[in-house]
């Protein structure tokens, strides 16, 4: 009997460390999570103006995939140096027409053959 019983223990012990060892990895990708976003908005703040960023965030609101793409797009651009000054809103709006999709226009046709 004393060896289920530490059988048991050491089933347990084990399950606990496993365990133990997922919390510790989930909370290490959450920090690393929360630093990758910290630095993102960090360049982002220095690429863009006020009024950029708050549109972009007003996408990021509405379409958060394209905000994620454009945000991307601008720290690649920021990163290789191809960024000298700030992005106004102007500028942004012109990006952000290149990257979106275009819009299907559809036309409705009532009536029928008689």
Do not use: C, H, W
């Amino acid at each position: 009997m004393e060896d289920d019983e530490l059988e048991e223990l050491r089933r347990k012990k084990l399950q606990q460390l496993q365990q133990s060892a997922e919390e510790e990895k989930a909370l290490e990708e959450a920090v690393a999570r929360e630093e990758f976003e910290r630095q993102k908005r960090m360049i982002l703040r220095a690429i863009l103006t006020s009024e950029a960023r708050n549109r972009l965030a007003r996408i990021k609101l509405a379409r958060p995939e394209v905000a994620e793409s454009i945000e991307n797009q601008l720290i690649l651009l920021a990163q290789s140096g191809k960024i000298r000054e700030k992005i106004t809103d102007e500028q942004l709006r012109i990006i952000i027409s290149k990257i979106m999709p275009k819009k299907k226009d559809f036309k409705i046709r009532r009536g029928g053959l008689y």
